[in-house]
């Protein structure tokens, strides 16, 4: 077990024994922004040398190295009257005018809290929190490692599970999306960040001076709504080298569907928007009437038709419902593959977004600027020996290698079937069309099972009769 390991498994330890923090999804945020401060406070030894005249944005007395790093340093009713009254009042109300990085800070404490109650307990997470060094390379890849496990965490922290999306799965949709350098890459929807890292690190290797890291960090941005999550992917990026992370508190909903002009267009587009939720009261209006729903999936998904540049690219992750709904879902999927080829949809076997929702999901890849001509279909099959996914047991990346094979050399095959547009129109924009290849039940003839229902009935009756004539025995 490395020191790391060591370190983040101490760290819960003592926040457990704190009544203030209850529950995994407060422990998690507690953890993330004071290991924020960390990781900023290394960045910062950084930029003094990187950035001509830099000027930290914090206050000298609330730097993580004047209250923080001196282990024998505030502790007890004092240090929690300094976090409560100095050094979250002033994060909170930062001028954002100061810099960039100041805009990222007040970004991240606007809503967050503190949870700690014991300033003694308090004191031992900051000294293990300041054991690691974010600027050691080797200590940072380990903790890189380390915080995909504590996202992992969030899947039991009930309803925050909606802000991880399996790493196989944001991998597998990277990849076949295949970014490059330059191109403007967005999850309007992006929870902790899983599409954003992956993206990184599969540009990273283009990536060849200072100027193209500079281009690379410009062209990905995420959008997220609810502050953990805000808080998780800002730290996220942070952590895969990213100074400024773009990732921008906000609702992409709550914009007039009209105001999206040309220079708001992207080039790729990953996103696995909330399915099942529902918007406030109002959002949909921001809509054309044909597309007005409190859906947020169905919601996200016209506005990424509408914000995709022509020829940019999306992989989406959708739940059946939106394959196979009508009504306004129908006119959606009408918009979809009129404006946009809508080659692939990989369907998944149930179990993938387990604990959080046994809801069958659907991966849709889909290019702007051409009509749909036909769909291709491929069937994602379980690991051997396997009936579903689990906690311990999640889908694996190396399970998609047969998806990967099978990409640029399409044919039809046990798992994978083209429909064609004019079948999908005739089928009215239903998109949910099961694998032909697969045998159908059989079932054994009427006559058969009209027996076999007449001598279920009868042993019923039979029992029936016997429980009758017990009762009336004890009765007597």
């Avoid at 967050?112 to 390379?137: A, C, E, H």
């Avoid at 929807?189 to 899983?194: E, L, Q, S």
Wanted: charged share 30%; with cysteine; glycine share 6%.
């Amino acid at each position: 077990m490395s020191n790391i390991t060591t370190n983040i498994k101490s760290i819960r330890d003592i926040m457990r024994k704190d009544t203030g923090v209850d529950g995994d999804a407060q422990r998690i945020s507690q953890m993330v922004w004071m290991l924020f401060m960390k990781i900023f406070a290394d960045k910062e030894e950084e930029w003094e040398i990187t950035i001509d005249d830099y000027e930290s944005p914090i206050p000298e007395h609330l730097k993580w190295q004047n209250w923080a790093a001196d282990d024998e340093g505030l502790t007890g009713d004092a240090l929690m009257e300094f976090i409560e009254n100095e050094l979250f009042p002033a994060l909170k109300e930062l001028d954002i005018t100061l810099s960039p990085q100041a805009k990222i800070i007040r970004s991240v404490f606007d809503d967050t809290y503190n949870f700690m109650k014991n300033g003694t307990l308090f004191r031992q997470v900051i000294n293990v929190i300041d054991q690691i060094d974010f600027n050691d390379s080797k200590e940072s890849h380990v903790f890189n490692d380390i915080y995909e496990t504590i996202l992992k965490d969030l899947q039991s922290a009930g309803s925050s599970g909606e802000y991880y999306t399996p790493r196989a799965v944001t991998q597998f949709m990277v990849d076949m999306i295949n970014p490059q350098l330059g191109e403007s890459v967005l999850d309007p929807a992006c929870g902790t960040g899983g599409f954003l890292t992956c993206t990184i690190e599969s540009v990273r290797g283009q990536v060849k001076d200072s100027k193209d890291r500079d281009v690379l960090q410009k062209s990905i941005q995420g959008i997220e709504k609810k502050p953990l999550p805000h808080l998780l992917c800002t730290t996220n990026l942070m952590l895969h080298g990213f100074d400024l992370p773009a990732v921008r508190r906000d609702n992409l909903l709550s914009k007039p569907y009209a105001d999206w002009g040309a220079k708001d267009k992207l080039d790729i587009i990953l996103s696995n928007p909330p399915f099942g939720g529902v918007e406030e009261d109002g959002t949909e209006t921001n809509f054309p009437k044909k597309f007005r729903t409190k859906e947020t999936a169905d919601l996200f998904l016209a506005l990424i038709i509408k914000l995709l540049k022509n020829n940019g690219r999306c992989a989406i992750v959708l739940p059946d419902g939106t394959l196979f709904g009508e009504g306004m879902k129908t006119r959606l999927k009408e918009e979809l593959l009129d404006k946009c080829n809508l080659h692939t949809i990989v369907r998944l076997p149930n179990g993938v977004f387990n604990p959080y929702t046994s809801i069958k999901t659907n991966l849709l890849f889909f290019e702007k600027g051409t009509p749909t001509k036909y769909v291709w279909y491929y069937e994602h099959q379980y690991p051997k020996g396997a009936k579903s996914y689990n906690k311990t047991k999640p889908i694996n990346i190396k399970e998609f290698d047969v998806e990967k094979k099978w990409w640029n050399n399409r044919v039809e095959n046990e798992y994978a079937w083209k429909v064609s547009i004019e079948e999908i129109k005739k089928r009215n924009y239903n998109l949910d069309i099961k694998n032909p290849h697969q045998e159908v039940d059989t079932l054994e003839s009427p006559e058969v099972i009209l027996e076999k229902y007449r001598t279920t009935e009868q042993k019923i009756s039979s029992i029936q009769d016997e429980i009758i004539n017990v009762l009336t025995e004890a009765l007597k």
